[in-house]
Structures are given as C-alpha cells and as structure tokens.
C-alpha cells in the first residue's frame, strides 16, 4: 500500500527564487493587493469578485493569515515579491485539499502590469516545490477555464499534464465554463524539478 509522507509545511521566508521573493501577506500589502485584485480583468476566471479595501483586510485577517500548512483543507497565500525592487507583483495560493490522498492544488494572480516575464509560472514553481518535497503531497493540480489561455499556458510550463476538458461544467458567472484540468504526481516532479522556465 502506498505511504505518504505529508505531515506540515512551516517555510522559512522569505522564499526565494532566482527573481522573486515569496512570503506572506501582511496589512502592508493592502494597496498593492488592490491594485490588481480590484480590477474586472484579472478576476474574470477566478472564483473572486473585485475585492474592495474591506474585503482585502478581512481576508488579510482570515484566510490569508496562515503562514504555513498545518492540516488539509487549509490554504497557503504567499505574496509574490520582485526581489529587485521590494514591489508586490501577485499572490499564488497552494491548497492542501487532502492528507488521505496526498491531494493539493495551486493557483496565480499578477497584476497585468507584471504580466509577460514569467513570474506566475517561476512562483508557481516553487510551490510544486514546497508541495511535493517539503509537504509531501502525491498529486498537484491546476483547474482553469478553458479561455483563460495565459493561464493554461503556465501549468503546461510547469510541465503539468492536461487531464480533462469538462465541458460546460459549472455556471461561472453568468456563463458556462469548460474546465481544463491539470495535474502533476510527485513521481513526476524530478523531471520538472531543475527546468528553467
Ligand atoms: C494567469 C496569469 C498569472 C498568467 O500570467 P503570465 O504573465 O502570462 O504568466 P507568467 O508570469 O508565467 O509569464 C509567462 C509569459 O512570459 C513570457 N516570458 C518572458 N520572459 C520570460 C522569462 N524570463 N521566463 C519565463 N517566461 C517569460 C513567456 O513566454 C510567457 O508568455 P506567453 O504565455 O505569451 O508564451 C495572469 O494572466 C493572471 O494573473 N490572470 C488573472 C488571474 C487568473 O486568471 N489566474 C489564474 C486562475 S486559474
């Protein structure tokens, strides 16, 4: 029988990349969060709405506030950081759907502006990383809608494998959305592990 490994995830932060700086979110982000996570474009395939300043610090306080992993069903939200200019760029999220199955699941928001140098994919990068050799996780997926392009485009970078087209699936939004799967195991991961992206 299988056996997993996972038991918690405390990093060390900063965590860093060869551009970026990942670590948590704190009150100090509040105006680089609502730069990009206010704006119709960005939230278009997300689950959130255009956050107000209101719903920034709530989930600052609430379900940004963890600073590791501690037990599935948990999230982990880590600001992305420019380590050359100290600027908050975006957040990339690693979701820890199930200590049975050794399941999570990662996502990525940039502000548009900082879109195009291959941020998004070099942070999500890093939280395969954390999932797969630092928590322990089996399975690591990516659920994007299918005209989200850039996005799918980063979990093929990641070299993450498509496994389902769900088409129509849910109702986002007013409108019916198809659902690309992707997916990565830890036995996978070697391979991926030293790409450069
Ligand atoms: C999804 C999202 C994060 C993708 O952003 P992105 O900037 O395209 O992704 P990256 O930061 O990884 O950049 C990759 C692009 O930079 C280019 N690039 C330029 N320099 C690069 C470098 N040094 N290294 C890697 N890529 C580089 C790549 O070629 C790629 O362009 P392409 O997709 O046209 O081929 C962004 O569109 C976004 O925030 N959308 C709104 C939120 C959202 O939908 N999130 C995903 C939910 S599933």
Wanted: with cysteine.
């Amino acid at each position: 029988m299988p056996k997993l490994s996972q038991s918690a995830l405390h990093p060390a932060y900063p965590i860093r990349t060869p551009r970026l700086l990942l670590r948590p979110l704190s009150t100090n982000d509040v105006d680089a969060l609502l730069a990009y996570r206010s704006l119709p474009d960005v939230c278009r395939y997300v689950p959130f709405e255009p956050m107000t300043r209101e719903v920034v610090k709530d989930r600052l306080a609430t379900v940004w506030a963890n600073h590791g992993l501690t037990h599935e069903g948990q999230a982990l939200t880590l600001g992305i950081e420019l380590a050359a200019t100290g600027q908050l760029v975006g957040d990339a999220v690693l979701f820890w759907h199930s200590r049975e199955h050794g399941g999570g699941e990662i996502g990525y928001v940039l502000h548009p502006d900082h879109a195009g140098h291959g941020y998004a994919t070099e942070a999500a990068h890093e939280l395969l990383r954390l999932g797969f050799d630092d928590l322990g996780l089996h399975r690591i997926v990516a659920r994007i809608d299918e005209r989200n392009e850039p996005s799918a485009r980063v979990a093929r970078r990641l070299g993450m494998r498509q496994e389902a087209r769900l088409v129509h699936n849910e109702l986002f939004k007013g409108e019916w959305s198809t659902e690309l799967d992707f997916a990565m195991l830890a036995d996978e991961w070697p391979a991926h592990r030293t790409v450069q992206n």
